[in-house]
């Protein structure tokens, strides 16, 4: 009604000036243009008013609709997902990979009890170097909040979060070898210390569920954790791990009435070794079980991926804390891993915080140029890994060149495994003769500047305390064999290897029942100690085959302005024209990808076997090797039928082999020896007296 008037009023003032005559006075003129301001200006207030509530309703109404519609939408997915559950097979990514593969074969737990296998020895599992979790139960005030929690394995969540305060932690201290002030890291305990490494990454978890199948239970099974940075006999100084493992064996044996299966992994089976002349050693060195206790005790030892006679990588680790992935990380981004990145200097800190744990020392290659060959043989030579298979006449020498280069019968430069270490290519194939007579020669060095400086800060590591004279000595020595590495660690790492001498030997004992090797720096070499005197211990070496593992490797020296960095790294630009398939600076032979197989078999296949020096009591020894099968798709992870180093865990044939054991089999039932590679080729080769 209002808008009416209005509109009347308008209409009526409109006819009234129409009316008038152009001589009005201005007054007028400006009354009419003041009524028409202010009606514009009230219409203009109505038509808000009328908007602002129209919209006020359609508002009210939408948000009941979309909570209605929310509902809706709630429901229904529930309900097409109930379906979906009910109508789809409950393992979908199974369903998917059984209809592109075929039908999957039964977990071998679940075959072993069709087969009326059961349970019966109580299992150990000692884990190796590195898969086992470490946790946090005192620190500094860095780590606030961290109590008990992972600092290794897991998520590894805190590496990211705060890497220097982490990296303190991790560290040993570089004099004792034991904890620094104020720190105390602890081994994860029960299953779960090392079932996973990381978040769907298995270790032991899938032979811990087939063992489940058969009928184990967690009062059956013991993961046998400790603290795998420091020395074994420190293991049980400052945690008592030996003496827990002695313990947990003896209560399990009593409680179930039959001997132990002991499983060990990686560097584990030399832990194992340690443990095995500890617990019958007089205290206050050893346990004190007397010399019948391991007879008494154990069943079998089930070694998996064992780096017996050590592995090469361990000393190009320590040595310029790197190896194969590392180096090729180096060559694809030049200077990033060196340089500070984000306050972070990568490989220096890698180094600083290795050399503290001592255990990395135990898997130095043992038994010098007996084993692994010198400057002129080693047991591989002649191996082509682009076939995988070797041929007698393939590693001899047909002809030499000038500058004494030798070359194969296949036409290519030869490959010399026993040169641990040769900087540049043409030292690793050069003709011993040849480099003997330049090292007549003195060499001047070029530069005798003082590397060490305080600019370094806490990424200081020892190669600060050489010389530029010191780095060229080095690497004018040109090659290295296995008897040369120790030499050259004491150099370039005194600490590490001071501490390292009063706990490992890496050589071979001419009587190794000599009253001499008692003591527990010898106990990990099996080189340098016997089996326990237990004739019914069956030892099992269980290790994969069928992929390139690294054998030696190729170096040079890289100078640099900054003090800080590492002098010595692996030449990535080596590469691919030998039959011992040289790809990035490093020369490979069979193996699991980490163990060569020489050291992982060797030991079962001829010092082991039957009575000899090193097996006085005789145990039976088996080496039972799997050849590797990568898997066929994505679709089935890590593969059942793996021989990689830890990818091994979950092959299917291994665990099959492992559940029989446990459930009472000898090793002659299980099938003994089964070997693919050369290694029986490569034992006759060394010379060692049994």
């Known amino acids: ?27 007028e003129e400006k009354l009419k243009d003041s009524d028409s301001e202010s009606t514009k200006a009230e219409k203009e207030k109505q038509v808000k008013k009328h908007k602002k509530s129209k919209k006020s309703k359609v508002s009210a109404w939408g948000c009941i609709d ?82 008990r929690k992972r600092l290794w394995g897991g998520t590894f969540g805190e590496i990211y979060k705060r890497p220097r305060c ?42 811990i569920e087939n063992l489940a199948r058969i009928g184990y239970e967690e009062k059956s099974m013991y993961m046998a954790a400790y603290d795998w940075r420091l020395t074994f006999q420190n293991t049980e100084v400052r945690d008592q791990s030996l003496s827990r493992l002695k313990n947990q064996i003896e209560s399990m044996v009593q409680t179930s009435g039959h001997k132990a299966v002991v499983i060990p992994h990686s560097m584990g089976s030399l832990y194992f070794m340690h443990f095995l002349k500890w617990v019958e050693a007089p205290t206050p060195m050893g346990g004190g079980g007397g010399p019948d206790w391991v007879a008494r005790h154990i069943k079998a030892n089930m070694n998996i991926a064992g780096p017996f006679l050590g592995v090469p990588k361990a000393f190009a680790g320590i040595f310029s804390a790197e190896a194969k992935d590392i180096a090729v990380a180096r060559a694809i981004a030049p200077g990033v891993l060196d340089n500070d990145i984000f306050g972070l200097q990568t490989i220096q800190y890698i180094m600083k915080v290795t050399r503290t744990w001592d255990s990395c020392l135990s898997m130095l290659p043992k038994g010098g140029t007996t084993i692994w060959g010198n400057a002129s043989w080693s047991p591989e030579e002649g191996y082509d890994c682009s076939t995988k298979k070797s041929n007698e006449t393939d590693g001899a020498v047909k002809e030499q060149t000038e500058s004494g280069l030798q070359i194969g019968s296949h036409g290519k430069p030869a490959a010399h495994y026993g040169r641990m270490v040769a900087f540049g290519k043409e030292a690793a194939a050069t003709s011993y003769e040849v480099i003997a007579e330049r090292k007549k020669e003195v060499k001047a060095p070029t530069n005798t500047t003082l590397r060490n400086t305080t600019a370094c800060g806490d990424v200081w590591t020892e190669y600060q305390e050489l010389t530029w004279e010191d780095v060229e000595d080095i690497a004018n020595r040109e090659i290295f064999n296995a008897d040369d590495l120790a030499e050259v660690l004491r150099k370039v790492a005194p600490k590490l290897m001071a501490r390292g001498d009063e706990n490992w030997s890496f050589d071979i004992a001419d009587d190794p029942s000599d009253k001499k090797y008692d003591h527990y720096r010898y106990w990990a070499n099996p080189l340098e100690t016997t089996l326990p005197n237990a004739p019914d211990m069956e030892v099992y070496c269980l290790y994969g085959v069928g992929i390139p593992t690294e054998r030696s490797y190729i170096y040079k020296v890289s100078p640099s302005s900054d003090n800080c960095y590492i002098p010595f790294r692996i030449d990535t630009s080596a590469d691919g024209d030998s039959e011992g398939c040289l790809k990035g600076g490093v020369q490979f032979v069979d193996g699991d990808e980490t163990v060569p197989a020489l050291s992982a078999g060797y030991v079962c296949h001829a010092p082991w076997k039957g009575k000899t020096k090193f097996n006085p009591g005789g145990s039976p020894s088996y080496v039972r090797e799997y050849k590797h099968a990568p898997p066929a798709n994505l679709l089935e992870g890590r593969g059942t039928q793996s021989g990689s180093h830890v990818d091994i865990m979950g092959n299917f044939a291994l665990i099959e082999d492992i559940l029989k054991v446990a459930a009472g089999w000898t090793g002659d039932k299980v099938g003994g020896d089964r070997i693919y590679s050369d290694l029986p080729k490569w034992s006759e080769r060394i010379k060692l007296k049994l």
């Open 1 to 27: 009604m209002s808008t009416a008037i209005r509109r009347k009023g308008s209409k009526q003032v409109e006819d009234e000036g129409t009316a008038v005559s152009s001589g009005h006075s201005n007054k």
């Open 66 to 147: 979309s909570c209605c519609w929310l509902v809706g939408y709630i429901c229904v997915t529930w309900w097409i997902l109930v379906v979906l559950y009910n109508a789809l097979p409950h393992s979908l990514p199974q369903y998917v990979t059984e209809r592109i593969t075929g039908p999957l074969p039964d977990p071998p737990g679940v075959t072993m009890k069709k087969e009326g296998l059961t349970a019966k020895h109580p299992v150990v599992f000692v884990p190796g170097i590195v898969t086992g979790g470490l946790e946090l139960w005192e620190g500094k005030a860095c780590a606030d909040g961290l109590f």
């Open 166 to 207: 982490w990296m303190e932690h991790m560290s040993l201290d570089n004099e004792t070898g034991l904890d620094p002030e104020g720190i105390r890291v602890r081994p994860v305990s029960g299953l779960v210390a090392a079932d996973y490494f990381a978040p769907g990454y298995f270790v032991w978890a899938v032979l």
